[in-house]
């Protein structure tokens, strides 16, 4: 693995060595071992042209964690406001002795084409390209399912569970990548959106669609209920895009205290952040004591850790 782009490319077998090592990597953390050597001497560019908290820092903090140089380019502030474009900033960045490249863009594919340009010499790490892919999000999140719904982790899948992922699936990158890591790891994906939420063509995908939280949560036994964030900034239809009103959406789609006590009792409630509270998800389920959606972030350290360990560490890693 050179790269990691999308978890289409995943095996089960590569998506459960990532899982594993990011458990190494999280037992080293656990016992305060702040700072491993193994990425000494490389260089690690964080290449933000969308705004982001949670993968931003935590690449950043994965990387330096592993004793890689680090450097934040964030889009704002720099020549790309001057109309440079993606492929002069990719020789900038190669002429700097980039090892590996973390990328967010808001077009889907920027990372492809990073990768596959001919332009870079290292690796690329797609931190969310567009609606496409978010492939280190949906590790983290089987990683934090793994540990809570998983008894004896190591080495295994996630065979035997129900995820049910809620609401703005048209615009998810989080949702696309979960659908295809969580089928490969055995689970069984359940959408919960209304039409205008699903992407046409949604079909061939790997899960079954329902048009209600409220159906979802009687038809299936939920072992994880994943809340998506509204995405209010990629509708830009004219107004009409964002169907059913807000306050329709938190009628049928919304997580409250009401609905997560109906779930089962060892379900957990998961959000990959930032949170519209009070619109998909209410204070009471993002507070409980079910929710996850801070150990995610947290979890979300190993698994990047492990992500540019396996791509970086030499031949060994790199296989
Ligand atoms: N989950 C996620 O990608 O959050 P950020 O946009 O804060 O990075």
């Known amino acids: 693995m050179r790269h990691l782009l999308s978890t289409k490319d995943l095996s089960r077998d590569d998506a459960i060595l990532i899982l594993d090592t990011a458990a190494q990597m ?16 490389k260089t690690v560019v964080n290449l933000f042209f969308e705004d982001s908290t ?17 450097i934040n380019f ?12 993606l492929k002069d900033t990719a020789l900038t960045l190669q002429a700097m002795g980039a090892d590996a490249v973390v990328v ?25 390209d567009g609606t496409h892919q978010h492939p280190t999000q949906s590790l983290l999140d089987a990683f934090t399912m793994r540990r809570h719904l998983v008894s004896d982790p190591t080495g ?19 949702a696309r990548s979960n659908v295809h890591l969580l089928h490969t790891l055995g689970a069984k994906v359940v959408l919960v959106a209304p039409a205008t939420l699903v992407p046409v063509g949604i079909e061939p995908w790997p ?24 995405q209010r900034e990629r509708m830009t239809g004219g107004g009409s895009a964002f169907f059913p009103s807000p306050a329709e959406y938190t009628r049928l789609f ?18 990959p952040g930032p949170m519209n509270r009070g619109l998909e998800i209410s204070a009471e389920a993002a507070d409980s004591d079910r929710s996850v959606i801070v150990e995610q972030v947290a979890n979300g350290v190993a698994v990047r850790m492990a992500a540019l360990y396996l791509l970086l560490a030499g031949e060994e890693g790199a296989q």
């Open 156 to 174: 295994a899948d996630l065979a035997g569970l129900t995820v049910a992922i809620v609401g703005d699936v048209l615009h998810s990158r989080v």
């Open 26 to 41: 999280a037992a080293t953390q656990e016992r305060e071992v702040r700072k491993l050597p193994t990425l000494r001497g």
């Open 254 to 271: 919304g997580l409250d205290g009401d609905r997560m006590r109906r779930l089962p009792d060892h379900a957990i409630v998961m959000h």
């Open 104 to 128: 967010r863009h808001w077009a889907s594919g920027a990372a492809y084409q990073l990768a596959h340009g001919g332009w870079l010499h290292g690796s690329v790490l797609n931190a969310g």
């Open 74 to 85: 964030s889009a704002k502030g720099s020549s790309v406001s001057k109309g440079e474009s």
């Open 207 to 230: 899960c079954d669609v329902v048009h209600t939280l409220d159906e979802a949560i009687e038809a299936y036994d939920i072992d994880a209920l994943m809340m998506l964030r509204v």
């Open 54 to 70: 949670r993968t931003r820092i935590s690449f950043e903090a994965a990387a330096k964690r592993l004793s890689a140089d680090v």
